[in-house]
Every structure is written in C-alpha cells, then in structure tokens.
C-alpha cells in the first residue's frame, strides 16, 4: 500500500518538471589599456539551451549601436553580374519544375515566384522570389506583405511534395536577407528544404522535445511558453497564435523566437501565418531601429503526427563588424558549435518590448 503510494508521489513530482535556465558565470582578469593597465576583470556568461544543452556564451562587454549600412555599392555590383531574381530574367535564367509532377513549371502567385533550388541542399529545396523589385529594404519589408506571400506561396508547393513523397518528413523554411548574412543574392527571396534527414539542429529539436514528453507527458514548447510567461524577462507577447520571446541562449547577436500553437507547419491556417508575419514585422521594426541590415531566419516544422512538438521559428540579427567590415561569425560557432555574442537576452528583449508596444 505505502509502496503503492510513493510511487504515485514519484510519479507526480516527475510531471512536474519545471524548465531549467542554468547559467555560470567565469572571470578573465587582464591589465587595462584603456584604464592605465590597472588590474581589470572580463564577464563571460555561459548559458545552457534548456532544451538542448547546447551552451551559448555571452561576454559582457559594452555594446555599440553600428552605423547604419549602406547598400549602395552592393546594389550596383548585384545588377552589374545581371540578377536572375529580376522579372525580366526569370524564364532564362532560373530553373523550372518537372511539370509532369508539380502540375506546373514555375508557381507563381501575385507578385512571388516560387522555383526549385540549383543548389541542392536536401532532397526538395526550393526558392520563392517574393518581390519584382530587385531591392526591398526593412522598411519595404514591415510596411508590405512580400514575407507572408512567400512564406504562402512555399508552403502550398511544400504541400505538394508532402502529398507525393512520403518518405520526405522535415521540412523548413528559411531566409537568409542581405549578404552579411550569407546571401549571395540580393534580390528578396525565401527559401525551403525537406528531406528524409534533418538537419543538426532542426533533429535535435524534434528528438529532445520526445524526450521531454516522454519523461514528463509534458509539451516542451507549452511549458517553455509558462515558464517564460511567469519569469517575464525575456517573453515579448502573444499575437494571435503565435507566441513571441526572446531565447535564454541566443544563437547570435539578437536572436528572437517565435512558438505556433501546432505541431507541424501545414497545419497553419492563413490566419496564423498573418499573425507571425505581423510579429516578424515589429520585430524587423526592432532590427531596424538597431540598424541591423541583415538577418537569417528558420521555421521549423515538427514530424506530422506526433504532437510533442510546435512549430517555432528563430530569426537572428546579422551585420558586417567595422572597421573592415568582418563577418559577425567565427571560430566559435564555425568549429566550436558554440554562439559567443555582446548582447544579453533579457536586454534585447526589454528594446524589443518597446518597440513592440510602440506599432
Ligand atoms: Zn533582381
């Protein structure tokens, strides 16, 4: 009977599990050139994902507002090798579907095109021109609809292949806006890749959040959701169904999150998908109050059918680092798999805040 009974306690503490933001804190002490080489202390803080264990390292250290990027030379070198992406090009020089098995050549739908990827990155990888202008800046892209028509646009021809390859089962879309974060095209376009294989990361988080649904017959995402609901430092806000924060452990120099309330994300009704594009939109209103020129961003999409895990996004903040324009990348996360980044989380997430409440 007591045997019976402590059981049932175990059983009902280990539902319980609450999400842990662990966190150290390690010194580097150094004589200071800007402080007549008096005995000085560096800050760096090393936080664990709490999904993924994997560590991120924030040094303190006093960050500056960059200069405002100009695009200029960049434009002009974009149109000078002769942009693919441009209306007047896109038959020529941009690759055409199998139409026996899509139905169609190229999908388009109002002013996207949608085209398969030449570089092959998965099995399925395709790309959606979302704008006929060949420069959008963050303006452009906060004040029209360029994003959330993309975004459309690939998940119907993403549908398509769900619907035709059932091997195929991660799915992701993806952005890389502006060179400084590693886009070779200036002209506006998204992206998408399935395949049979996930990527690293993008397995990591479908297995762990098994793992913590197995062991707590909890939702990770949902509690994640709470705890940073609760702790109110770095949670943004709630629009529609999409859930907004800014991540314990970032994977770069502003790195926002976004959470859906489903698990995969064709189950997305255009409604949801407006309300992340509006959410994207302050965000991106945030970027640019910080002259951020540049951003990479990824939705995940979870395995169909196993509801432990919601479809999330992350967007991270990419610039060129002056005074020669050095890329915001590194030893770190190139060959460690670690991010190092200048920002804290939660003071991201206090500007972001403002913004948000301010449009
Ligand atoms: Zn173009």
Redesign the pocket.
């Known amino acids: 009977m007591q045997k019976k009974l402590l059981t049932k306690i175990y059983i009902s503490v280990r539902y319980v599990k609450v999400i842990e933001f662990k966190k150290i804190i390690q010194k580097n002490v150094y004589l200071n050139p800007f402080k007549q080489f008096a005995l000085s202390e560096g800050t760096v803080e090393i936080r664990w994902d709490p999904l993924t264990q994997i560590t991120s390292r924030i040094v303190h250290f006093p960050a500056r507002k960059f200069e405002k990027f100009n695009f200029d030379e960049a434009i002009k070198t974009s149109l000078h090798v002769r942009?693919p992406?441009?209306p007047e090009n896109i038959s020529e020089m941009t690759s055409k579907f199998d139409k026996e098995v899509f139905g169609f050549e190229r999908f388009t739908a109002g002013d996207v095109t949608v085209i398969p990827n030449i570089l092959t990155f998965d099995k399925y990888c395709l790309v959606a021109i979302i704008s006929k202008e060949?420069f959008i800046n963050m303006d452009g892209l906060i004040e029209n609809d360029h994003f959330s028509n993309g975004l459309s646009a690939l998940l119907h021809v993403l549908k398509i292949i769900r619907e035709k390859d059932k091997e195929v089962r991660f799915f992701s879309v993806n952005c890389n806006y502006m060179p400084m974060s590693g886009s070779s095209i200036l002209?506006p376009h998204i992206q998408a890749i399935a395949g049979e294989y996930p990527t690293n990361y993008h397995g990591m988080i479908v297995q762990k959040s098994g793992g913590y649904h197995n062991e707590t017959k909890q939702v990770y995402w949902e509690e994640l959701i709470r705890e940073e609901t609760n702790l109110n430092e770095r949670f943004i806000k709630e629009l529609g169904k999409a859930h907004w924060y800014v991540p314990f452990a970032p994977r770069g120099n502003g790195d926002i999150g976004c959470i859906f309330e489903k698990s995969s994300f064709f189950e997305l009704t255009d409604s949801d998908i407006n309300d992340f594009c509006n959410g994207l939109k302050k965000v991106l209103r945030y970027f640019k109050q910080e002259n951020v020129p540049g951003f990479n961003l990824s939705i995940f999409s979870g395995i169909e059918g196993e509801d432990h895990f919601r479809a999330n996004a992350r967007i991270v903040a990419r610039r060129f680092l002056p005074p020669v324009n050095a890329a915001d990348s590194n030893y770190f996360d190139k060959l460690h798999m670690e991010s190092a980044c200048l920002y804290l989380p939660e003071d991201v997430s206090n500007k972001l805040r403002t913004v948000w409440e301010n449009s």
Do not use: A, L, S
């Open positions: 942009c992406f441009c060949h002209h």
